[in-house]
């Protein structure tokens, strides 16, 4: 059976690709910092990919192969810098990364920085160099310098009791594309490691959710359990991300191993 081919135009922008379709955006994470991984993630049908060089092996130069590598298929790639910093952000941008999801933003005046850096003054505080970036195909894009902010946008992340106490004025900040909730460093924020279905932490995350909603910006949501995933959609998200390639390779590859590998008696072959 032919995998479904979804009808988004990545170079067409966050955007665009959100006005695409009548429902939610699906996505998985790229950790792995291979171009092949992302290749082969770009042709599974679901409508984005979030790129991490925030808790992966990445360079700009994996980076780069990663986004020559998912560029042609219909799938939105969006790259996760490491931190909020606008030299990072230059740098990634001028190799054609077009949809950046910022890390930490945890307040207004953070998340007005991340919109400044993705726009040339003076709007913004981006350098120039054009000519010799992948971004303007090498000055051979007619009026990149004037068309760009066209086809770049900034979504900031909401993981911190800080950044949800200041969701209404992050919320108003001109520029931004969209906000992406993260439940693990929420629930660290919150005093509860790693219980990202903690009441209190879905509390936070439906919250964020509805001012979102109510203030007509896209909202996203980290979420690998399917119930919890549901529920915010059911909430308002309009994008989501529901798995990884390294845990889906993890998990599948655990269980050919619990269905092949025999325990010796006494023995646990839990993996690592």
């Given at each position: 059976?032919?995998i479904p ?6 170079d067409?922008?966050f ?6 379709h009548s429902r939610?955006?699906a ?8 171009p092949?991984i992302a290749?082969?993630?770009a042709?599974s049908?679901?409508?984005w990919?979030l790129i991490?060089a925030e ?8 980076l780069l192969?990663q ?5 042609g298929?219909?799938?939105?790639p ?5 931190v909020l910093?606008p030299?990072i952000?230059k740098?990634?941008l001028?190799?054609g990364a077009q949809t950046l ?5 945890d307040t207004a005046?953070?998340?007005?920085l991340?919109?400044r850096?993705?726009h040339?003054p003076?709007?913004?505080i981006?350098?120039?160099g054009?000519?010799l970036?992948?971004a303007?195909?090498?000055n ?9 902010a066209?086809r ?7 993981e911190s009791?800080?950044a949800?106490?200041n969701?209404?004025?992050i ?7 969209g906000?992406?909730?993260?439940p ?12 990202q279905d903690h009441?209190d932490?879905i ?7 509805a001012?979102?909603?109510a203030?007509?910006v896209?909202?996203?949501?980290n ?14 998200a309009?994008f989501?991300?529901?798995g ?5 390779l993890?998990r599948?590859?655990?269980g050919?191993?619990?269905k ?9 072959r839990?993996?690592?």
């Amino acid at each position: 059976m032919p995998i479904p081919v979804s009808p988004i135009d990545p170079d067409a922008g966050f955007a665009a690709a959100l006005g695409s379709h009548s429902r939610p955006l699906a996505g998985m994470w790229v950790c792995s910092g291979s171009p092949l991984i992302a290749e082969l993630c770009a042709g599974s049908g679901l409508d984005w990919l979030l790129i991490d060089a925030e808790h992966t092996p990445n360079s700009l130069e994996s980076l780069l192969a990663q986004l020559q590598a998912v560029h042609g298929y219909p799938i939105l790639p969006v790259v996760r810098p490491p931190v909020l910093d606008p030299v990072i952000i230059k740098q990634y941008l001028d190799i054609g990364a077009q949809t950046l999801l910022v890390p930490m933003v945890d307040t207004a005046e953070l998340a007005d920085l991340a919109v400044r850096s993705v726009h040339y003054p003076p709007r913004g505080i981006r350098g120039v160099g054009s000519a010799l970036a992948r971004a303007s195909r090498w000055n051979r894009t007619d009026d990149y310098l004037a068309t760009a902010a066209s086809r770049i946008s900034v979504i900031v992340q909401i993981e911190s009791v800080a950044a949800v106490e200041n969701i209404d004025s992050i919320l108003a900040v001109d520029g931004i594309a969209g906000i992406f909730l993260g439940p693990s460093d929420l629930a660290a924020s919150m005093g509860v490691l790693g219980q990202q279905d903690h009441p209190d932490v879905i509390a936070a995350v439906e919250r964020c959710i509805a001012a979102a909603v109510a203030a007509g910006v896209p909202a996203g949501v980290n979420a690998f359990a399917e119930p919890l995933a549901r529920r915010y959609l059911s909430a308002g998200a309009s994008f989501i991300l529901v798995g990884a390639d390294v845990a889906l390779l993890a998990r599948a590859s655990e269980g050919l191993a619990a269905k092949y590998v025999s325990a010796e008696p006494d023995e646990n072959r839990a993996s690592y």
